[in-house]
């Protein structure tokens, strides 16, 4: 049974590129969360997805941020024009049933972008 | 405003005690609070969940509790080994459908 799989593990970018990270779920898993971890602080949560939609955005960025989830293939969040801020750990998780179900949820081991 | 606490961000304790984490939030009203392990580099592993109607819930050597009048959780790991040494983060979801809210986490490392 394959974990939660993002890739790739370590990207780098300079300043103004794009960044698109890559997370395939657990089997049978329909729901896809993003979080972004910064040195010493918590995990945060970013965007929720179930496959072909965004159920909640609340806590991602209004610009250079967005996420998919298509019907076929590995969700994906994609940040443009990278700035030095947005360097840290993305972690991506999966679980059967949403938000609210009282599932715990299955992490990635992670993508660190590091922006030059 | 709301907040999720973990008391101690490192823990150092000798190998064969028990480790003890507190998880404490302020202005939340959680349906239940899970308890997950970090290690460098790695993604976060569910340890437990625990349900607000819940006092306590075990598994192998750990244990959490759950208090919703203190507005508290223990995570407690009994004859602790050095491979427990990892950060435990605690995680909670508000009432109704949204997000995980995670604590910063404490770091422990069980001396041998």
């Known amino acids: 049974n394959a974990g939660v799989m993002q890739n790739p593990r370590h990207l780098v970018r300079r300043r103004g590129q794009e960044a698109r990270l890559r997370c395939s779920p657990m089997?049978?898993?329909?729901?896809v969360y993003w979080y972004r971890q910064l040195p010493e602080e918590g995990l945060k949560f970013m965007v929720y997805l179930q496959k072909e939609n965004i159920i909640d955005e609340s806590g991602m960025p209004k610009e250079r941020f967005s996420a998919e989830f298509p019907k076929e293939g590995p969700s994906i969040l994609r940040i443009q024009q990278v700035v030095r801020g947005d360097s840290a750990a993305y972690f991506c998780?999966?679980?059967?049933?949403?938000?609210?179900?009282?599932?715990?949820?299955?992490f990635g081991d992670g993508t660190r972008l590091s922006i030059l | 405003s709301q907040k999720i606490e973990q008391n101690s961000e490192a823990l150092n304790i000798q190998e064969g005690k028990t480790a003890t984490l507190t998880c404490n939030y302020t202005?939340?009203?959680?349906?239940?609070l899970q308890w997950y392990r970090q290690d460098p580099g790695r993604g976060p592993v569910f340890l437990l969940l625990?349900?607000?109607?819940?006092k306590e819930k075990r598994k192998e050597r750990l244990k959490v509790t759950f208090d919703t009048t203190l507005k508290q959780s223990l995570f407690h790991i009994t004859a602790s080994q050095p491979a427990d040494s990892a950060t435990y983060l605690c995680a909670l979801e508000n009432s109704g459908n949204t997000p995980l809210v995670f604590g910063k986490g404490t770091r422990l490392s069980v001396i041998a």
């Open positions: 998780a999966s679980s059967p049933t949403g938000q609210g179900a009282n599932q715990p949820q299955h």
């Open positions: 089997k049978g898993h329909s729901h």
């Open positions: 202005n939340y009203s959680p349906a239940y």
């Open positions: 625990i349900r607000e109607n819940e």
